[in-house]
């Protein structure tokens, strides 16, 4: 799997989880301590993010970082 294919996928997964919270990016953003641009740049796969991000993500939509990586369904 390529990078750009992994990070656009990753970016749907975290969309569908916000989505699911019923949360704005603009929510989400304030939530992790980002910039909105930030969050919408890593839904369309457009930024490398690091593990730290990924964890703060997990931690706002309240669920296991392994759910981000599930791009089976």
Do not use: P, W
Request: net charge positive.
């Amino acid at each position: 799997m390529e990078y750009i294919d992994l990070a656009k996928k990753f970016g749907v997964k975290l969309k569908y989880y916000r989505n699911l919270r019923n949360l704005t990016q603009e929510q989400l953003s304030v939530s992790i301590g980002a910039d909105v641009r930030y969050i919408s740049d890593i839904e369309r796969g457009k930024r490398n993010i690091t593990l730290k991000t990924i964890h703060r993500f997990s931690e706002a939509l309240e669920i296991d970082v392994k759910n981000l990586f599930n791009f089976d369904d």
